[in-house]
């Protein structure tokens, strides 16, 4: 979620907060915010890439992060983005989403969309959806009160809390539910939910936008293997529907769910491939899976 989304949320959090009885917390020291109405358009993929970064550059004092940084993601793929610590991950999606700016390179969203010139809300809005690692969710809220939330898109109607949801609204939130299997815990408290099933509700949150893109950061760090599991299926339902870009630690999981594996390291790809075939990579192998 974007600083000024979160700044959103925030607020409504306050004004939720005298209508709900207890108070708004926050989950993983962050506030929860809302997405924004998706602008209209289609992203032209008719170049069979729906994310296209070349010769990226950032430099931090001096340090380069991100360094010639090439890739590209075709519509539908579920990418999965391995490296050391310090490779410069996290540092590619800030990029993506507009958090960071790059020195020189290309950035573009299918083959029209140069994301450069958006601000991060308004990349947010094109449908590209980010999950942090740390879950972010109305705690105090019930699952379907998150879940309808993220779906409300006019502020008003936000910040007043009172919408109705049109029937086809109402099935798209039954649907997520079941997809973020959720469907039997919709009346319960967010705060009450399980670690994973907080972080599948956030992943709910994000499809109630349908994002044509979703970039989501170690999502199964401090799950159960149960919950790593599910996730793990849940992530092949949405390979096809929606792009995901995966960024994890846990190879298990990765072989699980990969078909491209890209290795980053020092700020560009060190390695692409199946993930069998980075792992035989002696490359890959003294960067990273050595260790
Ligand atoms: N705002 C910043 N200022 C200075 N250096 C930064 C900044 N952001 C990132 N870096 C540096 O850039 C490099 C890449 O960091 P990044 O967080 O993108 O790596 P990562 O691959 O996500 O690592 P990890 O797996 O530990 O999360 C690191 O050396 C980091 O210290």
């Known amino acids: 979620m974007t600083p000024d989304l979160m700044e959103e949320g925030a607020k409504r959090a306050e004004r ?19 997405s924004r109405p998706v602008v209209s358009g289609e992203v032209d993929t008719t170049h069979g890439r729906i994310l296209y970064l070349e010769d990226v550059n950032v430099s931090f004092d001096g340090f380069k992060a991100i360094n010639g940084l090439s890739l590209d993601i075709a519509p539908g793929e579920l990418r999965c983005i391995i490296g050391p610590n310090g490779a410069g991950k996290t540092t590619m999606m800030d990029i993506i989403t507009g958090k960071t700016r790059p020195d020189s390179g290309q950035v ?15 990349i947010a809005a094109m449908g590209i959806g980010r999950k942090f690692q740390k879950p972010t969710v109305f705690e105090h809220l019930s699952v379907f009160e998150n879940l309808e939330l993220a779906l409300a898109t006019d502020k008003r109607v936000r910040h007043s809390m009172v919408f109705a949801l049109t029937g086809e609204e109402k099935d798209r939130l039954g649907e997520v539910l079941h997809t973020i299997h959720l469907a039997d815990s919709a009346a319960r408290q967010a705060g009450n939910l399980s670690h994973g099933q907080k972080q599948w509700l956030e992943i709910g949150m994000l499809l109630m936008q349908d994002p044509k893109l979703l970039l989501l950061d170690e999502p199964v760090a401090g799950m159960t293997d149960e ?19 995966v960024v994890e630690h846990d190879m298990s999981f990765i072989r699980t769910i990969s078909e491209k594996v890209t290795v980053l390291c020092d700020g560009s790809v060190l390695a692409e491939g199946t993930l069998d075939q980075v792992q035989a990579d002696e490359r890959v192998i003294e960067v990273y899976l050595g260790r």
Not at 16 to 34: D, K, L, M
Not at 227 to 240: N, Y
């Open 16 to 34: 939720v907060a005298s209508i709900a009885a207890g108070n708004a917390t926050e989950s993983g020291g962050r506030q929860a915010g809302f």
């Open 108 to 122: 573009y969203f299918g083959s029209t969309i140069d994301l450069l010139r958006y601000r991060e809300a308004e």
């Open 227 to 245: 919950e790593t599991e599910r996730t793990a299926q849940l992530f092949l339902t949405l390979k096809g529907k929606h792009s995901l870009m």
